[in-house]
């Protein structure tokens, strides 16, 4: 499941940072491709976001991480690369 919740997270910030570019660069350049691509970026990190949490949780459980451990690895994914810090800095360790 640890291998699931790195490649998730990968994912979870690839989809982020697309999210990001799609709102800061072709919002500017082509409102109407702007518009198409919104829905599924948006929905499709929306589902690795939720995905993320829920193994977040089920990894805290089985491995029985801090408290501290797992709102540092949620709060994370609020920031844009901090799925890779946190993947690297604090899942990694466990593999």
Do not use: C
């Not at 829905?39 to 990190?45: A, C, D, E, L, T």
């Not at 920031?79 to 899942?91: D, I, K, L, N």
Request: hydrophobic fraction near 55%; aromatic fraction near 14%; charge should be positive.
């Amino acid at each position: 499941m640890l291998r699931t919740f790195t490649t998730v997270g990968i994912a979870e910030g690839i989809s982020y940072l697309v999210l990001l570019a799609n709102m800061l660069i072709t919002k500017n350049m082509d409102i109407h491709l702007y518009e198409k691509l919104l829905y599924p970026i948006g929905m499709s990190h929306g589902v690795l976001f939720i995905a993320y949490v829920v193994l977040a949780l089920m990894l805290k459980v089985q491995l029985q991480w801090s408290f501290k451990k797992f709102v540092l690895i949620f709060m994370a994914s609020l920031v844009p690369f901090g799925t890779f810090y946190s993947e690297r800095h604090w899942v990694h360790q466990e593999i």
